[in-house]
Nanobody
Framework: QVQLVESGGGLVQAGGSLRLSCAAS????????MAWFRQAPGKEREFVAS????????DYVDSVKGRFTISRDDAKNMAYLQMNSLKPDDTAVYYC??????????????WGQGTQVTVSS
């Protein structure tokens, strides 16, 4: 059983940056694909980015390409989401996920509790 805990959210002005962290415990972190999803009020949970465990290939939703970077540090059991040039549309609760693949949130086995990101205009 893997436990995930996100941190790093907050309030930032448009154009600013935040770095989200996801601390994993209870499993073999290095063997899990990791992903970030987000959910804005009244909207479905949306894929943001993912990174594979065996070749660190990354994938991003088009709306964040060139602004967000996903990474992982297997030695520390950590995943990160560096978010630059933030926009008000990026406002959402951001979730770390593990144990799945691709962009469909239903195939991921493990989830964190989420961290709020609010971008003011």
């Amino acid at each position: 059983q893997v436990q995930l805990v996100e941190s790093g959210g907050g309030l930032v002005q448009a154009g600013g940056s935040l770095r989200l962290s996801c601390a994993a415990s209870g499993g073999t972190f290095s063997r899990y694909n990791m992903a970030w999803f987000r959910q804005a009020p009244g909207k479905e949970r949306e894929f943001v980015a993912s990174i594979k465990w065996y070749n660190t290939i990354t994938d991003y939703v088009d709306s964040v390409k060139g602004r967000f970077t996903i990474s992982r540090d297997d030695a520390k059991n950590m995943a990160y989401l560096q978010m630059n040039s933030l926009k008000p549309d990026d406002t959402a609760v951001y979730y770390c996920a593990a144990g799945g693949h691709g962009r469909n949130p239903t195939v991921y086995d493990y989830w964190g509790q989420g961290t709020q990101v609010t971008v003011s205009s």
